[in-house]
């Protein structure tokens, strides 16, 4: 599965926000210099999260954007989702499958729950947990996230 351009740079300039605004608004020609984004390119997916809400815009002089919420209560896939970018592993459109006569292919489950997988762990990361850093190279602590937001637990393991 490929993230496309637009939820990369949705993520990471968020991740600048989170990081730099301290409570105020910052310009989004700040955030496109820092993070090598263009400003237009910018400027439509931001529309797109202040419509989600996930970011609030002030204007005038001054002005710009902050987060609406803290980024403990922002989730990656709130983000993801803001800029209406499909989390699907599949090649298959809802309405039809994949083969040329309408059929799933042999794989398609396959597929389907690796972005079922996916969007899972992305719900169970916040932008404060990349703004922190908690991910760098914890495969362990991102599968302690994922039983979390399953709401599973290991301890079964210990039971048997």
């Known amino acids: 599965m490929k993230l496309s351009t637009k939820g990369r740079y949705a993520v990471m300039a968020m991740a600048d926000l989170a990081a730099i605004s301290g409570g105020g608004p910052v310009t989004l020609a700040d955030i496109a210099s820092r993070q090598s984004i263009s400003l237009s390119y910018l400027e439509q997916l931001f529309a797109k999260l202040r ?11 001054g002005g710009g954007y902050r987060l609406s919420r803290s980024a403990a209560e922002i989730r990656i896939s709130d983000i993801i989702t ?3 970018e499909p989390l699907r592993a599949t090649r298959c459109s809802s309405a039809k499958g994949c083969l040329a006569d309408g059929r799933r292919c042999v794989t398609h489950d396959l597929w389907d729950e690796l972005g079922r997988h ?7 990361v916040t932008l404060e947990d990349v703004t922190e850093r908690r991910l760098l190279g914890s495969a362990s602590g991102a599968s302690g996230r994922l039983e979390r937001a399953a709401g599973l637990s290991l301890d079964h393991e210990a039971a048997e």
């Open 51 to 61: 419509r989600a809400e996930v970011v609030t815009s002030v204007r005038g002089p």
């Open 82 to 84: 803001a800029v209406d």
């Open 118 to 124: 996916i969007f899972l762990f992305l719900s169970s």
